[in-house]
């Protein structure tokens, strides 16, 4: 079952449409929006060379700081008595970047993520519990309002306060769970502290995660410790906000709606554009929205695409599980490492937990990496020959899976900081 015909077109149809609107938002940028017109002059190109999908790769990219360079409204591309919505960052590390929604970009928000909640088999019988965090933050609004446009009853519980938030859910009965991964486990960690049946007590079938790279492994221990169906979700406030893709019941790859946000793979290195089914950094151009078209924007997410039909019938691409942000890469002695492959390893240990901080350092001239991890409570033990080879597993697994080597540190259950919103998985104590 599908929530749009979009999302099953043929080939030919769904390229037909991309191109259509694909130059009607080139355009409306070069029209609209000095930045892009400027931008498209200094590369020489103009919106009519652009004559094939392919002839996107001519375009120039759109970055973070692009938008931040024109702070707040300037790569809007109406009046602002057109925006009904605007959201930022929290520009902790410069000016917060800024997007404006039309009531038509609304309209398509909605309908992204109602093709998500179709996905999970969400209904209006349904009760979601939305533990995303409300305000400028995409997340909380984002679920909130495509929910009520579907008629579902929205528990708007935000982040914290996780003794009350298990409350709610017991209680009002909730069905359907959305938070960030880290939350949703150290929900769980706490439900078993105070004394809930996870599996009696709670009547949550579905839960939408994202906003952070995850495992296999911790997607796995989520969906088993709730007894629900795990679904990932993408999004990223500077396309639209949670709903640019979601994975249906049937494939770990998340579906990314093409007939809105138009994907590459690029070399991160060298922008060029690489091959179906290339791991690279995704490129999102976006197709029809108003407010804040976006051309050639460098997500910073590392993930690999592919345009093979699904199972479930929807036609449109599929992109892997993000990896990890290219800016979030470690370079270990000259060896790339994403925390998601040290998590990968860690989820395949009994007698540890998923709960792990990763402390990038330097001894000499060489770079260290420490990985601190909590014991299980269930398995801790005092015998120090098991702890000794517990720790030896672990370094073993790690360097054969990474190729470099690790200093493993276990640590008490519960001794780390918990997040209850994304998770700080990395230190980095390097001189920069």
């Known amino acids: 079952m599908t929530f749009s015909k ?10 037909a449409w991309q191109l259509k609107h694909l130059k009607e938002t080139l355009l409306r940028v070069y029209h609209l929006v000095p930045f892009y017109k400027k931008k498209f002059d200094e590369h020489g190109v103009l919106p009519e060379d652009i004559k094939t999908l392919e002839d996107i790769a ?8 692009d938008l931040r360079d024109n702070y ?28 404006g929604y039309t009531e038509h970009d609304m309209d398509i928000w909605a309908e992204v993520m109602g093709r998500a909640f179709t996905m999970g088999g969400v209904t209006c019988q349904d009760i979601m519990q939305n533990s995303h965090g409300y305000g400028l933050f995409t997340g909380g609004l984002g679920f909130h309002n495509a929910a009520e446009r579907m008629k579902i009853a929205v528990i708007p519980s935000s982040t914290g306060f996780t003794s009350r938030q298990l409350l709610l859910l017991k209680d009002f009965g909730a069905t359907v769970l959305t938070a960030t991964p ?44 709730w007894g629900i169906d795990y679904h990932e979700i993408y999004g990223l406030s500077e396309i639209i906000g949670p709903g640019v893709a979601c994975n249906c019941k049937h494939s770990n790859l ?17 922008g060029e554009v690489l091959p ?25 997410d590392i993930t690999s695409l592919t345009r093979i039909p699904c199972r479930c019938g929807r036609t449109i691409g599929r992109i892997e599980s993000i990896v990890g942000r290219s800016d979030d890469m470690l370079l270990i002695n000259g060896v790339n490492v994403f925390p998601s492959q040290i998590e990968h390893v860690l989820s395949k240990q009994e007698g540890i937990t998923l709960n792990y901080q990763i402390i990038a350092d330097k001894k000499g001239y060489l770079d260290k990496l420490e990985i601190d ?28 899976n990474l190729y470099i080597n690790v200093e493993v540190k276990l640590v008490a259950p519960k001794s780390l900081q918990r997040s209850e919103g994304k998770a700080t998985r990395v230190v980095d104590k390097r001189p920069k």
């Open 6 to 15: 979009n999302e099953s077109l043929s080939r030919d149809e769904l390229q």
């Open 276 to 300: 179906e089914g290339t791991r690279g950094e995704l490129v999102i151009t976006t197709l029809t929205k108003q407010g804040l078209p976006i051309i050639r924007y460098r997500t910073g």
């Open 182 to 225: 880290s939350f949703a486990l150290h929900m769980a960690e706490v439900a078993k502290a105070e004394g809930y049946d996870i599996q009696k007590d709670f009547k949550l079938r579905v839960g939408f995660f994202g906003a952070e790279p995850t495992s296999e492994g911790l997607k796995n221990e989520i969906a088993h410790i």
């Open 254 to 270: 998340l579906h990314i709606h093409e007939d809105h946000f138009y994907p590459e793979i690029i070399d991160p290195k060298t």
């Open 373 to 400: 991890v909590e014991l299980d409570e269930h398995l801790i033990s005092d015998d120090v020959s098991y702890l000794g080879n517990l720790k030896k597993e672990l370094q073993h697994s790690l360097l054969n």
């Open 58 to 65: 001519k375009l120039p990219f759109t970055k973070k700081h």
């Open 72 to 99: 707040p409204f300037g790569m809007f591309s109406v009046d602002m008595d057109q925006i009904v919505r605007i959201h930022s960052s929290s520009g902790t590390t410069g000016k917060p970047t800024v997007v």
